[in-house]
């Protein structure tokens, strides 16, 4: 057993936290306040082979493991854990579109999604239904041509922004089976999109509802076969939900590294703060629980990648425990800064919000506990 990173992924953490530093920090707080991400940035990203990070090499690809891939979002989420996390979802959506497309769909969509000139969105959640997705009720009916969509998708990540979106539709029966995934570009008639939401945090990307009225999409723009759409939806998740942990890991322990820091210069009572064994013990505590998730998250993203048949549990507990971990040390970080903690310019409020969401999204921490004690329970036997 060998829990060191190789040479070469201590090049990609490396690779990825400095073009963090260089090119997204400096502009985080920036880019919150106008609500968006400059599109310019994704072909930079895409230059380091981040706009396709585990689709295969022979399609062009960085080809890297599950795990190498958990490296690049922790890192950039030091910078940014709202645009690292907007990158993990169009990475899931190269994903499937490599790992399900036909030959002619790779052909049209695969290079430009690499490049990033076509950024991607995923939709699946709709108003009614979030945690029980299967449930949807998006219609895809078959013409002539294709297909007419109609239905409405909430809380889309890039929706309104992207250049093309993964919808999960319904093309048949009720439940998971009648379920297709089809690719909707931007433009496409009939597509329109709801007000920019309000949110708590990952404001730097917008959010909007994507609603489909009777909406055109030729029949070439089918993914995979039809009635496999929510198996394919499922599968890009194990992997999401090791991104979204790996993003709260990343910020957090620049939470975390901004706080040693600053508890080194501020003073109180005669002496900086640092000082106080009270405060000593917290920061060990938050360094003792961001060492267990990484270690944690890391084992999880292995399993995936060995194909283990616990890959999907582990995932799910990795996705609830960091989550959960990353939330109570940048909070820890804000109380630790005192007031200025909860001022803009100092950070750290920032990704207290940020991450929150993250408790919630790709899957709830509780639908994560669910599949855990499902997975218990069947092991029981
Ligand atoms: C900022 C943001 C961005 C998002 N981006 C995307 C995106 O890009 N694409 C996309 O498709 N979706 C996206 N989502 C949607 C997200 O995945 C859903 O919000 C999430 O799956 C929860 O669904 P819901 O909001 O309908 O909550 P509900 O499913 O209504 O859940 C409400 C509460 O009930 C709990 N609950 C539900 N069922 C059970 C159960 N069986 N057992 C125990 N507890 C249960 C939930 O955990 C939760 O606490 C985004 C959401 C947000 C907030």
Redesign the pocket.
Known sequence: MDFALSEEQSAIFDMARDFGAENIAPHALAWEKDGTIPKTLWPELAALGFGGLYVTEESGGSGLSRLDATLVFEALSMACPSVAAFLS?HNMCAAMLDKFGSDDVKARFLPPALTMETVF?????EPG?????AALKTRAERTNEGYRLTGT??????GGYSDAYIVMARTGEDGPRGISSLIVEDGAPGLSFGGL?D?M??RAQP?RQVQLDDCAVPAANLLGEEGAGFRYAMMGLDGGRLNIAACSLGAAQAALDATVAYMGERRAFGKPIDQFQALQFRLADAEIELQAARVFLRQAAWKLDQGAPDATTHCAMAKKFVTEAGSRVADQCLQLHGGYGYLADYGIEKLVRDLR?HQ????????M??LTARALLAARG
């Open positions: 979802i969105s995923y939709c699946l959640t239904s979030g945690s029980d997705a998708k909430a809380f889309i990540s890039g939401e949110k945090g990952w959010t969401v919630i999204l790709e899957g709830t921490n509780e639908i506990r669910l």
